[in-house]
């Protein structure tokens, strides 16, 4: 019989066997939950503008949005970012990503 404490690493190393043989885009955020915020949805935007003329002239936009939805125990997140920019009217920046976060409150703990 194997002692509960071999029994304990024999499970974490074969999860992280598992978790590095498998090529993902996901990833395990741990993170506590924005306490500060009240419930339901809080919306915050932000744009930006800006204009250089002279030696250079260059044109920038950006943009940017955060959606928190939280609960008792579950916090969702979504975030939008877009910039866009111009220098003698080519284009050189034009960059964007949508993300989406989901955290769980598992366990809580105090000091």
């Known amino acids: ?10 499970k974490i190393l074969l999860m992280l066997i598992t978790v590095i043989s498998f090529k993902g885009y996901a990833f395990i955020n741990i993170q506590i939950l924005r306490k500060n915020s009240e419930s339901d949805w809080n919306h915050s935007a932000k744009l930006l503008f800006n204009q250089q003329t002279g030696n250079t002239d260059k044109v920038t936009a950006k943009g940017s949005t955060l959606n928190p939805y ?18 003698y009217n080519q284009k050189d920046t034009k960059n964007g ?11 809580e703990f105090t000091f």
């Open 97 to 107: 990503n949508i993300q989406f976060r989901y955290t769980r409150n598992i366990y």
């Open 70 to 87: 939280i609960d008792e125990i579950h916090e969702y997140i979504l975030m939008a970012n877009i910039s866009y920019g111009e220098s």
């Open 1 to 10: 019989m194997i002692p509960d404490v071999y029994s304990t690493w024999i």
